[in-house]
T-cell receptor
Framework: DAGVIQSPRHEVTEMGQEVTLRCKPI?????LFWYRQTMMRGLELLIY????????DSGMPEDRFSAKMPNASFSTLKIQPSEPRDSAVYFC????????????FGPGTRLTVL | AQTVTQSQPEMSVQEAETVTLSCTYD???????LFWYKQPPSRQMILVIR??????QNATENRFSVNFQKAAKSFSLKISDSQLGDTAMYFC??????????FGKGTRLSVIA
């Protein structure tokens, strides 16, 4: 298996633009997670899905952020409109079980909002 | 709310030596899980070791071992025979059934040749 795949690896955009981050989890994993990593706040869980259904989105910072998982092999995290404070590394991870099983992380997307 | 504290922002160790990274957490839960993740310069997050709170025996994975002190709410990571490839950020993380995974701020470890 190729592991968790994220795209793009780097994204530079201007304030106000829409940004879409993509994730392909490991086949067979029932859970998918989106994290954000910044120097100030560390690693934060934004949202996670179980069998394509969002379970907990309490970590999503505000309404500008939305996440979808239309099928078992694809998820998106969208920011609209983007702001400079959204600049961070965004990770997608997947696992067989909830947290007690190993979470496999993707390589991350480094987002810069100018 | 559960919190995870890593009090050492940066550490360094000579190659082949042993280093211990500290982690403390705060919770009122009795059953939970603790993790150490490694993030090398490639930014990938890699699970290093996992400990179930109900297990008294400390977890061990090759050169990596933990010292789990439940009463003190302490979960330190010991790396033996440090290698250059161990250079990375190390994150301590906590999970119980009632909260999502909570990470510490990380410790940057440099292994020096």
């Amino acid at each position: 298996d190729a592991g968790v795949i994220q795209s793009p690896r780097h994204e530079v955009t201007e304030m106000g633009q829409e940004v879409t981050l993509r994730c392909k989890p490991i086949s067979g994993h029932d859970y998918l997670f989106w994290y954000r990593q910044t120097m100030m706040r560390g690693l934060e869980l934004l949202i996670y899905f179980n069998n394509n259904v969002p379970i907990d989105d309490s970590g999503m910072p505000e309404d500008r952020f939305s996440a979808k998982m239309p099928n078992a092999s694809f998820s998106t995290l969208k920011i609209q409109p983007s702001e400079p404070r959204d600049s961070a590394v965004y990770f997608c991870a997947s696992s067989l079980g909830l947290f007690t099983d190993t979470q496999y992380f993707g390589p991350g997307t480094r987002l810069t909002v100018l | 709310a559960q919190t995870v504290t890593q009090s050492q922002p940066e550490m360094s160790v000579q190659e082949a030596e042993t280093v211990t990274l500290s982690c403390t957490y705060d919770t009122s839960e009795n059953n939970y899980y603790l993790f150490w993740y490694k993030q090398p310069p490639s930014r990938q997050m890699i699970l290093v070791i996992r400990q179930e709170a109900y297990k008294q025996q400390n977890a061990t994975e090759n050169r990596f071992s933990v010292n789990f002190q439940k009463a003190a709410k302490s979960f330190s990571l010991k790396i033996s025979d440090s290698q250059l490839g161990d250079t990375a950020m190390y994150f301590c993380a906590f999970f119980s059934g009632n909260t999502p995974l909570v990470f510490g701020k990380g410790t940057r470890l440099s292994v020096i040749a």
